[in-house]
C-alpha cells in the first residue's frame, strides 16, 4: 500500500522552539485559569490531583510509545490495544496561538494554530509523541497532517463526507485497518481481539464515572462546577495518566458528589452549551458563564461530556467486529458538524431539552470556523420554532473580547429571565 | 377435567382473540382511565364469549368454528397476550398464578398416566396440558430472564417440541399403540411417503404454524407442518373433481379454508415473529453460527446490491415448488405429466428441512434419502443438494442469511407493517450509531435509516428485538402491542 505522504519533496522540519518567554506566558495562562477557579466555592478535595495533570507536574516519564492524536474520531481503544500511550493534541493555550501563526496564516482555527504552536517548543507534549494520528474532519485537521509530516510519522484518517452508515461503514473499516496496518508497522506490535477487548473494558469504566457525574449535575449543577469537571475529564485524554489512578481519583469524586447535601438552587439559569471543543486553559466562555451568573448543565461539545456519552455495544468479539462497535460509537455517533446534515446534532439538543430543564441554548463557536458558523443559520432557526433562546457567541481564544461578551451573554440572560 | 377444557373452549378460537386484540387496540388509542378500560376489556371478553357459545345454535358454522380451534391458540389468548400486555407491571406477578396453574396441571398429567415396563418411557399426554404446560413454563421465566435469553430459551423450547415432539409426545394409549405399529413396518419408498401423522391432527382439524415446524420429523411431527405445505395441498388437489362426483370435497374444502384463515390471523397478530422466536429449522441453524461465534470468526455481511436477487431465488424456488404441485394434480396414470415423474408435495422434496429436520429427531437412520435421478430429470437430486448446501452456508457464516431465502418468511414478511406487533423508533432520540443494524441477524439498514416515521417494520425484521435491547439510547426503539409499548431501549 502506498504511503500516504509521500517524502518527494521534504522540508525542513520547524525548529525546535526555546523561547523562554513564551514557555513562560504558557505556564502563566494555565496558572491564572487555576487561579480563578480557586475561587469557586465546593470544589472536591482531590481536585489537586487533577490541577497537577494540567499542569504537567505529574508528566509521567514516557515508558511505551507516545501516539498524539487529533479530535474525538479514533478511537482510544486502538492505541492502548496495540501497547502504546494515547494523547490528545488538540490544544487550548491562546499563547501558543502566536507560535503556530508563524509558521501557519493566521484566519485559520485559533484550535490547530495552538497545536501546531505547542508541536514547535520543544519538551512540550505534542514534540514528545512518536507518532501522530489526525483526521480529515475539518480543513484545518487535513492539512496540518502534511506540515507534520516532515517530523514525525503522520496518519490521517480519510472520514465520509456523509453520516450514513448504510453507504460508508465499509469505507470507514478499511480506513482503520489501514491506519491499524500503519500502527502495527510503526510500533511493531500486531493487534490481537484479546487486548481490544480489555481496552474496551478499561474505558467502560471512564464513561460510567463520567456519566454518573454528568446525571448529578443535572439535578444540581452546584455539586460541581463545570470548570472542574472538565479538568476531570480532560485530564484523562489530554495528558498522559496511570489509568487506573485517574479511576480511582474520579470515584472518589463521585463518592463525594453522591454524599453531599448540598441544596440545588433553584434559580440559577441552567445552559445547555454547544459549539466548539472547550479546551483547558481556555475556559474564556466558561468564566464568563460563571461570572454572569448561570450553570452549563449540559453539553454536545467533543471536549465535554458528549465526548463520553457514547457506550461501544458489543455483540461479536472478533477484531473486525470490535472495530467495527468502536467505530459506530467514534464515527457514526459523532456530532460533528464536519458531516452535510446536522440533523443529529440537533436530535441531541432536542433529546436533552426534553430530558431535563433548560433556560437557553449557547453555541460557542470561532470565527474563523465556517463549519460552525453555517450550522448556527439553521439551528437559530428550529430553536426560535420550539421557543428555546438561543446564542450564538463567535469569538476568538484572544481574552480582548472578553467584555463584549460578557456584555452579550447578561442581555441574553435577561432576556431568559424577563420571558419566565 | 373434560368440563373444564369445554369451558375454555371459547378462549380457542381465533376468532375471539383477534376480536378481543382489535378491541384491545381501539381502547389504548383513547383517552380512557386505566380502570375503565380493564372493565371494557372485561365486559368485551365477556360478551365474545357468550357470543361464541351461542353460536353452537347451527351446526354447520360451529363445525366450521370447531376446526379453527387450536390449543396454541388458547396459549395465546390466556397467557401470552395478557403477558406480553402486563409485561413489566406491578401486577404482573399476580398474574404468574394462571401459568403457574396450567404448569402444574401438566405435570400432575404427565405423573398421573401409567408408566410403561421397560425402555423409554413415551409421554402420552393430551395436547391441551402440553401446549399450555409448555408456554406456562416459558410465562414464567420471561418474568426473570432477559429479552435475549428468554428468546434462546423459547426457541430451544420449541424446537425440543416440534422436532421431537411426534418422536416422544402422543396424545393417548391408542394414538400411541398406532405409532408403535407404524415404526415396526419396513418404510418402504422413504421418497414417497404419502403422509405423515403429526400429534396434534384430528380427522377435520390440521394445524399449522407460520414459521417452518417440518412434520418430516420423526413420527409426523407435532403440527401438520409449515404454510408452503398447506399451499401445496391446495394445488395438489385435483380440481376436475367437483362438489358432485368427489364426497369428500366439501370436508376438505372447509379443512383447507379454516387451515388458511387460521394461517392469516396467526400472521396478523405477529407476523414474522414466529420467525424470530419459534421456527425450528432456524434454532437448528444457529448451531452452527454459535460454533462460528465461539471461535471468533467474522461473519459475512451481503452487499446492498445482492439482497434482492436473495429474494427472488427464494421467490422463484416458492413458485416452482407449488406450479410442481399443481402439474401433480395432473398426473397420468403412469405416474407421469408430460414425461416427467413428480412426486407428492415437491417444493417439500426440494427443501431442506425435509432433510435436516428427520435427522435431527431420529439420528441418520430416520433421514430422508435423497431422490434419484429419474425424478424430473434429476431436479429434485440437484435442487435438493444445492438449497441444503446453501442451507448449511449461510448459516454457518452469514447469520440468518438463509431466512432471506425462505418462502415461508417472506409470507410472513408481507403482513409485518400491518400486523398488531410492530417495531417503533422515536427519531429525536437516535443518534446514528448503526448499532442497530450491527446486531441485527438479517442486516437490516431501514431501522438505523429512517427517520420521519414512527413505524419502522420492515419487510425482513424477524421480530427478534436485538436492536431493541442493544440500542445505547434510552426510549429510542420500541416494540408495539397494538399500540401499546412493551420493551423499550
Not at chain 1, 433553584?266 to 474564556?284: C, D, E, S, W
Request: proline fraction near 5%; include cysteine.
Amino acid at each position: 500500500m502506498s504511503p500516504q505522504f509521500d517524502r518527494l519533496y521534504p522540508v525542513q522540519p520547524a525548529g525546535d522552539k526555546i523561547s523562554s518567554v513564551v514557555s513562560a506566558k504558557q505556564h502563566e495562562t494555565e496558572e491564572a485559569e487555576l487561579r480563578f477557579m480557586k475561587t469557586f466555592a465546593n470544589r472536591p478535595s482531590n481536585i489537586g490531583f487533577f490541577e497537577s495533570i494540567v499542569t504537567e507536574k505529574m508528566f509521567s516519564k514516557k515508558t511505551v510509545p507516545r501516539v498524539g492524536y487529533f479530535c474525538r474520531f479514533i478511537p482510544e481503544e486502538i492505541i492502548w490495544a496495540l501497547g502504546a500511550e494515547p494523547v490528545r493534541l488538540d490544544c487550548g493555550n491562546n499563547a501558543l496561538v502566536p507560535v503556530g501563526e508563524e509558521a501557519l496564516c493566521g484566519g485559520i482555527c485559533p484550535v490547530a494554530k495552538a497545536s501546531f504552536g505547542m508541536f514547535m517548543m520543544k519538551d512540550s507534549l505534542a514534540s514528545s509523541c512518536d507518532i501522530l494520528l489526525l483526521t480529515a474532519a475539518c480543513d484545518a485537521k487535513k492539512k496540518l497532517g502534511e506540515i507534520f509530516s516532515d517530523s514525525r510519522p503522520v496518519f490521517v484518517l480519510n472520514l465520509p463526507p456523509e453520516k450514513n452508515q448504510t453507504l460508508y461503514a465499509d469505507f470507514v473499516l478499511s480506513e482503520i485497518f489501514r491506519l491499524v496496518v500503519f500502527l502495527e508497522k510503526k510500533l511493531n506490535v500486531k493487534l490481537s481481539a484479546g487486548k481490544l477487548q480489555s481496552a474496551i473494558e478499561m474505558t467502560k469504566e471512564r464513561y460510567n464515572l463520567v456519566m454518573e457525574i454528568s446525571q448529578m449535575r443535572m439535578q444540581n449543577p452546584s455539586l460541581l462546577s463545570i470548570h472542574d469537571f472538565y479538568l476531570i475529564i480532560q485530564s484523562s485524554s489530554f495528558y498522559p495518566v496511570p489509568f487506573s489512578k485517574w479511576l480511582s481519583e474520579t470515584r472518589a469524586v463521585c463518592r463525594e458528589m453522591r454524599l453531599s447535601k448540598l441544596p440545588a438552587d433553584k434559580a440559577v439559569l441552567r445552559l445547555l452549551l454547544t459549539g466548539v471543543p472547550v479546551i483547558f486553559p481556555n475556559f474564556k466562555v466558561l468564566n464568563l458563564i460563571h461570572e454572569a451568573g448561570a450553570e452549563v448543565v449540559a453539553d454536545t461539545l467533543c471536549s465535554g461530556i458528549q465526548s463520553f456519552s457514547d457506550r461501544i455495544i458489543l455483540d461479536e468479539l472478533d477484531r473486525k467486529s470490535l472495530l467495527r462497535a468502536l467505530l459506530n460509537r467514534s464515527v457514526f455517533a459523532s456530532l460533528c458538524p464536519c458531516f452535510i446534515s446536522q440533523t443529529w446534532r440537533i436530535n441531541r439538543i432536542l433529546e436533552l431539552l426534553s430530558e431535563i430543564r433548560i433556560d437557553g441554548v449557547l453555541q460557542y463557536s470561532f470565527k474563523s470556523c465556517q463549519l460552525f458558523d453555517m450550522e448556527d443559520y439553521r439551528i437559530e432557526k428550529i430553536l426560535k420554532v420550539k421557543g428555546m433562546p438561543y446564542l450564538n457567541l463567535s469569538t476568538d481564544y484572544s481574552p480582548h473580547d472578553s467584555e463584549q461578551l460578557r456584555i452579550r451573554l447578561e442581555a441574553f440572560f435577561e432576556m431568559i429571565y424577563r420571558s419566565r | 377435567m373434560n368440563l373444564f377444557w369445554k369451558t375454555l373452549e371459547p378462549f380457542s378460537s381465533p376468532f375471539l382473540l383477534l376480536f378481543f386484540l382489535l378491541f384491545f387496540h381501539a381502547v389504548n388509542r383513547s383517552r380512557f382511565s386505566y380502570p375503565f378500560r380493564l372493565f371494557i376489556l372485561a365486559v368485551m371478553t365477556g360478551i365474545l364469549y357468550f357470543a361464541y357459545s351461542s353460536l353452537g345454535i347451527n351446526e354447520d358454522w360451529l363445525l366450521f368454528l370447531k376446526r379453527l380451534n387450536s390449543p396454541f391458540v388458547l396459549a395465546l389468548s390466556l397467557l401470552v397476550v395478557p403477558a406480553v400486555i402486563l409485561y413489566g407491571k406491578k401486577i404482573y406477578p399476580l398474574f404468574l398464578i394462571v401459568p403457574i396453574f396450567f404448569l402444574e396441571l401438566a405435570i400432575w398429567k404427565i405423573c398421573s398416566s401409567d408408566p410403561l415396563s421397560g425402555g423409554f418411557h413415551w409421554f402420552r399426554i393430551p395436547c391441551e396440558y402440553l401446549i399450555m404446560g409448555v408456554v406456562s413454563f416459558l410465562v414464567i421465566l420471561s418474568f426473570f430472564l432477559s429479552v435475549d435469553t428468554l428468546r434462546k430459551g423459547a426457541r430451544i423450547t420449541f424446537f425440543i417440541l416440534l422436532i421431537y415432539g411426534g418422536f416422544v409426545f402422543r396424545q393417548d394409549e391408542s394414538d400411541y399403540q398406532f405409532m408403535l405399529t407404524r415404526r415396526g413396518e419396513a418404510i418402504k419408498g422413504k421418497f414417497n411417503a404419502v403422509e405423515t401423522h403429526p400429534v396434534l391432527g384430528s380427522e377435520n382439524a390440521l394445524s399449522y404454524l407460520p414459521s417452518a415446524p417440518c412434520r418430516f420429523s420423526a413420527d409426523g411431527g407435532y403440527v401438520q407442518g409449515c404454510v408452503m405445505e398447506l399451499l401445496q395441498r391446495i394445488y395438489q388437489f385435483d380440481d376436475t373433481k367437483s362438489m358432485s362426483s368427489h364426497p369428500g370435497f366439501t370436508a376438505f374444502l372447509s379443512m383447507i379454508l379454516s387451515a388458511l384463515l387460521f394461517l392469516i390471523l396467526l400472521h396478523l397478530i405477529g407476523a414474522r415473529f414466529w420467525c424470530g422466536w419459534i421456527c425450528p429449522l432456524s434454532t437448528l441453524g444457529d448451531l452452527l453460527d454459535t460454533l462460528r461465534r465461539w471461535v471468533r470468526f467474522p461473519h459475512y455481511k451481503p452487499p446492498e446490491k445482492l439482497k434482492m436477487s436473495f429474494f427472488y431465488s427464494g421467490f422463484s424456488w416458492g413458485v416452482l415448488g407449488l406450479l410442481l404441485a399443481k402439474a401433480y394434480a395432473k398426473l397420468g396414470p403412469d405416474g407421469t405429466h408430460l414425461g416427467c415423474r413428480i412426486p407428492l408435495y415437491p417444493f417439500c422434496r426440494l427443501c431442506p428441512g425435509q432433510l435436516v429436520c428427520p435427522a435431527a429427531s431420529r439420528g441418520w437412520e430416520g433421514h430422508f434419502s435423497l431422490p434419484g435421478m429419474e425424478w424430473m430429470f434429476g431436479l429434485f437430486k440437484i435442487g435438493a443438494v444445492t438449497l441444503l448446501t446453501v442451507y448449511l452456508l449461510s448459516f454457518l457464516a452469514a447469520r440468518r442469511l438463509w431466512c432471506r431465502f425462505c418462502p415461508m418468511g417472506m409470507i410472513g414478511g408481507l403482513f409485518n407493517r400491518v400486523s398488531l406487533l410492530r417495531l417503533s423508533k422515536n427519531s429525536t432520540n437516535c443518534s446514528g450509531c448503526g448499532t442497530c443494524n450491527e446486531v441485527c441477524p438479517m442486516n437490516i439498514h431501514h431501522v438505523q435509516e429512517e427517520m420521519k416515521q414512527k413505524n419502522v417494520s420492515h419487510f425482513d425484521c424477524l421480530l427478534c428485538l436485538k436492536c431493541v435491547t442493544h440500542c445505547p439510547k434510552k426510549k429510542c426503539l420500541s416494540l408495539e402491542f397494538c399500540g401499546k409499548v412493551i420493551k423499550e431501549s
